[in-house]
């Protein structure tokens, strides 16, 4: 043993939850307690602490600089509140006992055995591995345990989604989330700076920052463009519908060689089949912002400067005759073509035949056209009352009827797969099983019926009057005169779903003018709206 009376402390807590419950001050002033019974001196130096970190991995800061500071073998003793802050993993747990024991120092446990003989030391190793198990399978029963309470629509997660709040069980109260207010109006202005305003996420980021608005941590300055991704893709918030067991944890690549608080540092989605759903207050009703904002997202991806070598105008929305994709071949002296994308595939496979196209000759040509044509007001009043008449036969109502019948029986579906599974794991008997099965059929006995009588359902079709036009037109020239003519790339993904190459070379383009885009959100001012005739009319 190294003679001297001179100790060293090391404690370890692994969660943020333990760190704001102060248990690591707890752990420190117990074994200063001790340290001062047993008469020994601590230097400051000498105090070595982890906060926030998993006993599972063994790399760790301060245990790190423990190991090295035992190699100096300037204190004779080192204190712990008890084994497990060393390591959770009983071999490690070994490990470090030896590497202690062997260099000399003594180590001592205040709530362990400290042996002084073999075979207290083999007592203390059998009652580690009895704790390890014991740890494995409390683990087990309270993942288990989770489990079942989440098949049977009990909200068990505490980490509930920006936009609402986690409120605990009480006497009368189960678990569940509520909305809140301030941070699911931040969520709405989220989506209407991106689908209304066409802001970028990074534009979004900055705007978040500056208004001083907090993140779920409270934190104003630490957005980032993934959690705004992860609200702009976020289903919840217009179905009300949440889940749990949606991903799990894993042990990710390690490209950097660093300190890593928790040893499965990476998730990885689970299948969509084993995510068990519970139901939360809708924050956004209208479903369109949400298939919008999803649209934008893929847009976005695909015409990122970072994924183009040419700058191509046209890129994603250019299509030969025989329907194929045109892209860009690269730069060919001072020339660059569109060409089919068939023509990329062996020659024995190819089954286009249409000729490439000029970049600059098509690019020049098509936005020459494409502005008188949006300038025409003859033209565009033409297509409106083509378009609405075409679509007045739709009831609206009717249609919504339809999509909610559909969605409920595929959940009556997913519940039938549901049951089975709780069978197969013995969650259920087979009387219960039988009963929940019978319910469920009588439910989809109506609503297929229904869903026929609906299909049924024949609309009457009527015309749109002179000052429906006009009104529609007046919308739609006031997307147009808004639009930003020195940007053609930002037009061109506004305004135009595709372009298609015809024999003969003629160029046919789709234009979609999306009255919602800059139209007052939350107002009389969106897409659907009774007309006169009681019909309701979509441009």
């Not at 046919?508 to 885009?517: A, D, F, V």
Request: with cysteine; charged share 30%.
């Amino acid at each position: 043993m190294i003679e001297t009376k001179t100790a060293a402390l090391y404690v370890r807590v692994s969660t943020s939850r333990q760190e704001q419950e102060a248990t690591i001050e707890s752990q420190i002033e117990e074994v200063k307690k001790a340290i001062l019974a047993d008469e020994y001196m601590l230097p400051e130096t000498n105090t070595f602490i982890d906060n926030g970190w998993t006993g599972s991995v063994l790399a760790r800061p301060a245990l790190d600089e423990l190991r090295d500071a035992i190699k100096s073998k300037t204190f004779s003793r080192i204190y712990v509140y008890d084994l497990g802050r060393l390591s959770r993993d009983f071999t490690n747990q070994l490990i470090l006992i030896k590497e202690i024991e062997e260099s000399g120092i003594k180590l001592i446990s205040l709530h362990d055995i400290n042996p002084e003989n073999e075979e207290q030391g083999f007592i203390r190793n059998i009652l580690g591995s009895f704790h390890a198990y014991e740890r494995i399978k409390i683990a087990d029963r309270f993942r288990r345990g989770k489990l079942y309470k989440a098949k049977n629509g009990i909200v068990i997660s505490g980490q509930a989604l920006y936009g609402y709040n986690y409120i605990k069980r009480t006497e009368t109260v189960p678990t569940h989330w509520t909305v809140n207010d301030e941070e699911a109006d931040v969520v709405e202005r989220i989506f209407r700076w991106h689908v209304i305003e066409r802001m970028p996420i990074n534009s979004i980021v900055r705007k978040l920052s500056d208004l001083g608005i907090p993140t779920k941590k409270g934190k104003s300055r630490f957005w980032t463009k993934g959690p705004v991704e992860r609200i702009l893709r976020c289903e919840t918030y217009f179905t009300g519908i949440a889940y749990y067991n949606k991903s799990e944890a894993v042990v990710g690549e390690r490209k950097v060689k660093k300190y890593f608080k928790v040893k499965k540092n990476s998730r990885k989605a689970r299948p969509r089949e084993e995510w068990l759903p519970f139901d939360v207050p809708v924050l956004i009703k209208d479903k369109s912002l949400y298939n919008k904002s999803l649209e934008l997202l893929k847009l976005n991806k695909r015409f990122a400067r970072k994924n183009r070598k040419y700058d191509y105008l046209l890129t994603g929305k250019l299509f030969c005759d025989h329907n194929f994709p045109m892209v860009g071949d690269g730069a060919q002296g001072t020339q660059r073509y569109y060409r089919s994308s068939d023509k990329a595939r062996p020659r024995d496979l190819r089954t286009c035949d249409c000729d490439g196209v000029n970049v600059y000759v098509l690019e020049g040509l098509w936005w020459r056209n494409i502005k008188d044509t949006i300038s025409n007001p003859s033209y565009i009043k033409g297509k409106i009352r083509e378009y609405a008449e075409s679509r007045s036969s739709v009831n609206l109502s009717l249609e919504n009827e339809k999509l909610e019948t559909k969605e409920k029986l595929l959940n009556l579906n997913n519940q039938e797969m549901k049951y089975a599974q709780m069978n197969a794991e013995g969650l259920i008997d087979v009387d219960q099983l039988r009963g929940l099965i019978k319910q469920t059929k009588d439910k989809k006995v109506v609503l297929i019926k229904r869903l026929k009588e609906l299909d049924n359902t024949n609309s009457i079709k009527s015309s749109i009057s002179n000052e429906e036009v006009e009104e529609l037109y007046q919308k739609a020239n006031k997307v147009l005169s808004l639009q930003d003519y020195s940007d053609k790339k930002l037009v061109f993904r506004d305004l135009i779903s595709k372009i298609q190459i015809k024999k003969g070379r003629l160029v046919e383009s789709c234009i979609n003018i999306p009255l919602t885009q800059y139209l007052e959100y939350g107002t009389e001012d969106w897409d659907s709206r009774p007309s006169k005739c009681g019909k309701v009319h979509t441009f």
